[in-house]
């Protein structure tokens, strides 16, 4: 495992272009993900500033996305702009950054009554401090119980 840096200096969040404190970020009552989960996340590891596999975590992004629903053509250049605002206001430290897209608030359909333009599609990530790991922890346990 490499050398772990100090981890970044407080939680950060991104929601639709502007950089805030996760306590004062909010997200409409009517955005889509809330109302019916129509929504995709991805979390992506940091280490001294720098993401870790951003592409790979992007592709994953967009297929959950189109599975959920929403047009990843709506989303993807905002995206990594949330990504690149966030390690600027996040320093060199080590976190973890979650990427989330919703289908933005609309009116309280099941189905939505028109298809997804850029503006519809909701966007936030989340940068977090890494914690710390344990390597001999780390090492008697490998992989993850689901149920």
């Given at each position: 495992m490499s050398p772990v840096t100090a981890p970044i200096a407080k939680p950060l969040a991104w929601i639709e272009g502007t950089v805030l404190s996760p306590d004062v970020a909010r997200v409409p009552l009517e955005d889509r993900g809330v109302l019916f989960g129509e929504s995709a996340y991805e979390a992506v590891l940091t280490r001294s500033g720098r993401v870790f596999a951003l592409e790979p975590h992007l592709r994953r992004l967009e297929r959950s996305a189109t599975g959920a629903g929403i047009c990843p053509a709506a989303f993807r250049d905002r995206i990594r702009g949330?990504?690149?605002?966030?390690?600027?206001?996040?320093?060199?430290?080590?976190?973890l950054l979650y990427l989330h897209v919703t289908g933005g608030a609309a009116p309280r359909?099941?189905?939505?009554?028109?298809?997804?333009?850029?503006?519809?599609?909701?966007?936030?990530?989340?940068?977090?401090?890494?914690?710390?790991?344990?390597?001999?922890?780390?090492?008697?346990h490998r992989g993850t119980d689901v149920v």
């Open positions: 949330a990504v690149d605002a966030l390690l600027e206001a996040g320093g060199e430290g080590d976190g359909e099941h189905v939505p009554a028109v298809a997804q333009s850029a503006s519809d599609v909701a966007e936030a990530a989340y940068g977090w401090p890494a914690l710390a790991v344990d390597d001999k922890a780390s090492s008697e």
